[in-house]
């Protein structure tokens, strides 16, 4: 079982952290959408607690599921940056962020938990926070040198 693998890498840790950094990275985006679902006009706080991060996480990735054929249809030949930035966003990082304690590490699904760590930690290196992407790298390392 994955619990006993990784006593120095806590899956519910790595799951809070990542959707929080996610979440103030893309602030602007996650405020529209804030203004829109729940029809507020003032901003959403700066740091919202862990929830509410959660609940708008939650909502963008269900209201993706339900538009991505529309969205591919239409830009798949795009290059844009901000296209590739939103369309990773909403296909890859919204999803590892949320999957990867409810689903991956309870479900013992230890070869994609290993593959989504490897993904959220090029996603720390990319959003600079340096303490969490190397205990993720020492985990990588750490079951690369066990295998």
């Not at 519910?12 to 959707?19: A, D, G, Q, R």
């Not at 103030?24 to 203004?35: A, G, M, P, S």
């Not at 296909?91 to 409810?102: A, G, N, R």
Request: proline share 3%; net charge positive; charged share 20%.
């Amino acid at each position: 079982m994955i619990i006993h693998l990784i006593p120095f890498l806590g899956p519910l840790h790595v799951s809070l952290i990542t959707c929080k950094s996610c979440f103030l990275v893309f602030w602007e985006f996650f405020n529209k959408i804030y203004k829109v679902v729940f029809q507020k006009k003032r901003n959403l706080v700066a740091k919202p607690t862990s929830w509410r991060i959660n609940l708008l996480l939650y909502l963008t990735h269900a209201v993706w599921k339900l538009i991505k054929k529309q969205v591919i249809i239409c830009f798949y030949k795009s290059k844009d940056l901000a296209y590739c930035t939103f369309f990773d966003l909403l296909d890859t990082l919204i999803p590892s962020t949320l999957d990867i304690y409810t689903i991956l590490f309870w479900n013992n699904y230890f070869d994609k938990y290993v593959k989504t760590i490897f993904w959220l930690w090029t996603m720390m290196c990319w959003f600079q926070k340096k303490n969490y992407d190397k205990i993720m790298l020492i985990f990588l390392s750490d079951i690369q040198y066990w295998i």
